[in-house]
């Protein structure tokens, strides 16, 4: 059974920087696809952050240059974020698709599985 428990819930000022854990149960990260969505109170989720198999990735245009999405080990995915802005308060959420449904990474919100979600805020 596969579960995402994403951490790193904070409050940070306008230009700081957070690292978000996405730690995975039943799922090991060389078979699967994984993302980073994120979603503003009134806004559809939108997918920043992909990484493949075989660590290829891809970015939104909104937080290319800023975010890196990167594997720990087998069993945690991580989303080093810099340069925050206040645009990017949201729940953040971690996504996983096992490799032979995904022939890249992509940014699309067809994944099937997803965490829970952790806060992020930040304050100008």
């Known amino acids: 059974q596969v579960h995402l428990a994403e951490s790193g819930e904070s409050s940070v000022l306008a230009g700081g920087s957070l690292r978000l854990s996405c730690v995975t149960y039943?799922?090991?990260?060389?078979?699967?696809?994984m993302a980073w969505f994120r979603q503003a109170p009134g806004k559809a989720r939108e997918g920043i952050a992909g990484?493949?198999?075989?660590?290829?990735t891809i970015y939104a245009d909104s937080v290319k240059g800023r975010f890196t999405v990167s594997k720990g080990n087998e069993k945690t995915l991580y989303l080093q974020m810099d340069s925050l802005k206040p645009e990017d308060t949201a729940m953040y959420y971690c996504?996983?698709?096992?490799?032979?449904?995904?022939?890249?990474?992509?940014?699309?919100?067809?994944?099937?599985?997803y965490g829970q979600g952790t806060q992020v805020t930040v304050s100008s």
């Open positions: 996504a996983a698709e096992p490799m032979r449904y995904c022939s890249g990474p992509y940014l699309e919100p067809v994944y099937n599985y």
């Open positions: 039943g799922v090991t990260l060389r078979t699967y696809c």
């Open positions: 990484i493949d198999s075989d660590g290829k």
